[in-house]
């Protein structure tokens, strides 16, 4: 079974903080990518980053950091220096290389105060 | 720029009523995707297809009917719609074949069931 756990359901931090947002997948599969996305309140949903099961290196973006863990099946992503414009709802998503499906985690929204 | 189209933005319909939500891609996408989303329910699959005419059911299938008649065309189907309808509706598209790649997300659908 394909599952992904988003525990936080909101998280509020003012401008500047960093601030983790925690992802936890389930698979049974050896080959598998993980992503991101972004919905801003427009609600189309922005993809943020790809990372497959075999590529643990932790990526950095600007002030986006991802940090892939298969020992705890975690892909964790981290904003430093938040900015308002960072408020959105995040997604967490699994897909199995055997599969086409995606699957999504509930979300996390991110309100950032100024 | 890659682009995937969703026919209406907003739309209000009548308890009964048949509703089509039409989404259309421009990348020669094998795979189609239609997700509902609701409040601490993230994205739940409805329908998935990855060729044409071909279909498999997602998670919460029931009420809905797709079509998929040309590659880079997938309608979702209320057929009697129903207020518990009520969401908004994502479609997306990917490459098929277990690729490596995102899947591409269109605008949203709010559609209200009056």
């Known amino acids: 079974a394909q599952k992904v756990t988003q525990a936080q359901t909101e998280i509020s931090v003012v401008e500047k903080e960093d601030v983790t947002l925690d992802c936890v997948y389930e698979?049974?599969?050896?080959?598998?990518?993980l992503f991101w996305y972004k919905q801003p309140p427009s609600g189309e949903l922005v993809f943020l980053i790809r990372?497959?099961?075999?590529?643990?290196q932790n990526e950095i973006s600007g002030r986006y950091s991802w940090n892939f863990q298969k020992s705890t099946s975690s892909f964790n992503f981290t904003i430093t220096a938040s900015q308002v414009v960072d408020s959105a709802v995040y997604f967490c998503?699994?897909?199995?290389?055997?599969?086409?499906?995606?699957?999504f985690g509930s979300g996390t929204k991110l309100n950032v105060k100024p | 720029d890659v682009k995937v189209t969703q026919s209406s933005r907003y739309l209000v319909k009548r308890t009964g009523e048949k509703v089509f939500l039409e989404c259309v891609q421009d990348?020669?996408?094998?795979?189609m995707f239609w997700y509902r989303q609701d409040p601490g329910l993230g994205l739940r699959l409805i329908y998935f297809?990855?060729?044409?005419?071909?279909?498999e059911k997602g998670d919460i299938p029931e009420g809905y009917s797709v079509s998929r008649e040309k590659k880079e065309r997938f309608s979702l189907i209320l057929e009697s719609a129903s207020t518990n309808q009520t969401s908004m509706y994502l479609c997306?598209?990917?490459?098929?074949?277990?690729?490596?790649?995102?899947?591409?997300f269109g605008q949203g659908t709010r559609l209200t069931v009056v």
């Open positions: 997306a598209s990917s490459l098929g074949g277990g690729a490596d790649t995102e899947a591409f």
């Open positions: 698979t049974r599969d050896t080959t598998y990518y």
């Open positions: 990372r497959n099961s075999f590529d643990e």
């Open positions: 998503a699994l897909r199995s290389s055997n599969f086409n499906k995606f699957y």
């Open positions: 990348m020669d996408h094998e795979n």
């Open positions: 297809s990855y060729d044409v005419k071909m279909k």
